[in-house]
C-alpha cells in the first residue's frame, strides 16, 4: 500500500520540490542582497542598542535614520511576503482536496477499496504519507522563510510580532499547512468533487486564518500596558514589541485621542500653555499603549501552532469516519 501510494504522488511530489526550487533561487540572492545591506548600515549593533534601556537618545535617532533607510530600500518585499503567506493554502488544494475527492470523482475509489486494503488502513497510510511529506515541506518552508526576513523582521518596530511576519516564520507554517491538508482531505469526504471541495478549502482556510489572527491571537495572553506623562520624556517601546491599541487619556482614564501620542517639554507647550490644551487634556493626562511583548513570540507560535494541528487532526479523524460512509 505504500508502494502504491508513493507511485501515485511522485509526480505530485517532483512538480512541488521544483517549485521550491525555483522559489529558493528567487529568494536567496535577495536574503543575501538584505543581509549584506544591514551588515552596511550598522544595524546589528543598532538592534543591540534597542534593547538597551540606558542607550543615549542621539544614538538611537542615529539608528532610526539606518532603519528608515534600510525598510525604505526593502520595505517594497512586504508585498511578496503577502502572496508567500498563501503557499501553505496552495499545499492544501492540491494535495489535500483531490486526495479523496479525486478517488471518488473518478471511481478509483471502489477498486483501490476492495483489493484486501480496508478503507481505514488505506486512509491511515495515504493521509500518513502525505502528512509527512507535508511537514518535512513546512519545516523547510518555516526554516527558509525565517531566514529570508530577519533582517525585515529587525528592521521593522514590530518585528517578528508583525501580523504578516509572524504567518510567515517559526513554528506556524507547519500547523497552517497540516491544517490546509486535512481541511482540503476532510472537504473531499464531504462534497466529492475536487472543483467544490478546493473551493471550501479555500475559503475555510482563509477564513479561519483570519478568525485567529484577528480575534484570538492578542488574546493569548493578557496585553500590557505602558503609561507616560505627556509632558516630559516620553519612554521608548522596546523593538519587537506588538502595539495593539495607543492613545491619549485624561487622569480620569478617558481616551481623549486614539492612535495618537502626545509629547511636550516641561513646563507646557512651546507659547506656555497647557500641554495638549488644544485636545481637552487637563491635568494628569497621560499617554497609553495596549501590547504584547516580543518576548512572547515563541509561546504565540507554539499556542497557535497547537491550535492549527489540533484541528487538522480533528478534521483527519472526521475525514477517515465518513470516508467509512462513502459507498
Not at 479523496?100 to 488502513?121: N, P
Request: net charge positive; charged share 15%; hydrophobic share 50%.
Amino acid at each position: 500500500m505504500i508502494w502504491l501510494a508513493w507511485r501515485q504522488h511522485r509526480k505530485q511530489l517532483l512538480f512541488t520540490l521544483i517549485a521550491f526550487a525555483a522559489l529558493a533561487a528567487l529568494m536567496i540572492p535577495i536574503g543575501l542582497s538584505m543581509r549584506h545591506t544591514f551588515a552596511d548600515l550598522g544595524l546589528s549593533d543598532c538592534v543591540r542598542q534597542a534593547a538597551n534601556t540606558d542607550t543615549a537618545p542621539e544614538a538611537m535617532r542615529t539608528c532610526d535614520g539606518a532603519f528608515r533607510q534600510f525598510t525604505n530600500r526593502y520595505g517594497s518585499l512586504n508585498l511578496v511576503a503577502v502572496l508567500l503567506l498563501v503557499l501553505p493554502m496552495l499545499v492544501g488544494l492540491f494535495w489535500g482536496a483531490p486526495l479523496v475527492a479525486r478517488e471518488v470523482e473518478h471511481g478509483t475509489h471502489r477498486f483501490a477499496w476492495t483489493q484486501g486494503v480496508g478503507r481505514t488502513h488505506w486512509a491511515l497510510v495515504k493521509f500518513g504519507l502525505v502528512g509527512a511529506v507535508t511537514v518535512a515541506l513546512a519545516i523547510s518552508y518555516g526554516l527558509g522563510m525565517s531566514w529570508w526576513a530577519s533582517p525585515l523582521t529587525q528592521a521593522a518596530h514590530e518585528g517578528r510580532m508583525g501580523v504578516m511576519v509572524f504567518d510567515l516564520v517559526g513554528v506556524v507554517p507547519v500547523g497552517y499547512t497540516l491544517f490546509a491538508v486535512a481541511l482540503g482531505i476532510f472537504a473531499g469526504t464531504v462534497w466529492r468533487r475536487m472543483l467544490p471541495a478546493m473551493a471550501v478549502t479555500l475559503v475555510g482556510f482563509v477564513g479561519v486564518r483570519a478568525a485567529l489572527a484577528v480575534l484570538a491571537r492578542p488574546h493569548y495572553q493578557p496585553a500590557l500596558t505602558l503609561t507616560s506623562p505627556v509632558e516630559g520624556a516620553q519612554p521608548i517601546m522596546s523593538r519587537g514589541d506588538w502595539v495593539l491599541a495607543s492613545g491619549v487619556r485624561n487622569a480620569d482614564g478617558a481616551m481623549v485621542a486614539e492612535d495618537a501620542q502626545i509629547g511636550c517639554p516641561p513646563g507646557g507647550g512651546p507659547t506656555g500653555e497647557a500641554c495638549g490644551a488644544e485636545l481637552g487634556l487637563g491635568p494628569g493626562a497621560y499617554n497609553w499603549q495596549l501590547y504584547q511583548p516580543g518576548s512572547r513570540f515563541w509561546l504565540f507560535q507554539g499556542i497557535e501552532t497547537g491550535i492549527f494541528v489540533a484541528l487538522a487532526l480533528l478534521l483527519v479523524y472526521f475525514a477517515i469516519r465518513r470516508i467509512r460512509r462513502i459507498a
